[in-house]
Nanobody, 121 residues
């Protein structure tokens, strides 16, 4: 069993910053990509940023230049530094990891429970 636990959400004024953290624990052999997704009320869940085990990243166009994703492979953790926040960034943010539990098995997606980010205007 693999668990992802997020922290760092909250309420912030427009232009402010927040840092989200996510730690994976449990029966983990290897983690490939880790990322952050978000879902605003009435909208579909969307990719915010993703980082691969080798360090390559990709970002949604709406957050490029404002958000930075990073990871600590030794601690199975991923972080999202969010600067210059806008009201449209308000959403529940979910951590995601592509995990291999044992070498013979394939990669499976795991999700955190979500953390609320609210940006006031």
């Amino acid at each position: 069993q693999v668990q992802l636990v997020e922290s760092g959400g909250g309420l912030v004024q427009a232009g402010g910053s927040l840092r989200l953290s996510c730690a994976a624990s449990g029966s983990i052999f290897s983690i490939n990509a880790m990322g952050w997704y978000r879902q605003a009320p009435g909208k579909q869940r969307e990719l915010v940023a993703k980082i691969y085990s080798g360090g390559s990243t990709n970002y949604a166009d709406s957050v490029k230049g404002r958000f930075t994703i990073s990871r600590d492979n030794a601690k199975n953790s991923v972080f999202l530094q969010m600067n210059s926040l806008k009201p449209e960034d308000t959403a529940v943010y979910y951590c995601n990891a592509m995990v291999k539990v044992v070498p013979a098995m394939g990669w499976y997606d795991y999700w955190g429970q979500g953390t609320q980010v609210t940006v006031s205007s």
